[in-house]
């Protein structure tokens, strides 16, 4: 990820390969998400290149959006104890504070991640930035009691948000 942000022109300026590079880590291990999005610019601001991104990913076929919401780590997670986070990832959960759970805490979000994948055969995804563990824990729970198709629109609901966040970070 570059330590400073890319100016919005510049970014549109890039030649396809490059842009998808560019903008490698907005939609988690999924850079056809970039790509499909190329095509809608040059972007007049950031606001007009997430929704291109985002209307790359809704547009895509349901098994490129399973494959995007399979992309996430679990919170707290099998790859989270392992070290094997992206560094976009790795920030979001150390900053909402999943990396300091209690061991109670770890167990719960432990227990809600298997229930989760069982119910709906992906991981439970939510933008965690400005939630603290309670909140997310609470949220998660909340959530177990969607719908299959309520919870898979969720999830990429919750991924534009994601998206959103690391954009802001990434282009200025």
Known sequence: MPS????LASLSALERDAFVQALDGIFEHSPWVAHAAWAAGPFSDRDALLAALVAAMRGATRGQQLALIRAHPELAGRAAVRGELTHESRGEQSGAGLDACSPEEFERLQNLNAAYLAKF????????RG??????IERFAARL????????????????????????????
């Open 121 to 128: 055969g992906f991981p439970f995804i939510l933008a965690v």
């Open 145 to 172: 009691e969607h719908s299959p198709e309520a919870e898979f629109d969720e999830a990429l609901t919750q991924i534009a948000r994601i998206a959103a966040l690391r954009l802001a970070d990434r282009v200025a």
């Open 131 to 136: 939630y603290d563990r309670r909140g997310i």
């Open 4 to 7: 400073t942000p890319i100016p």
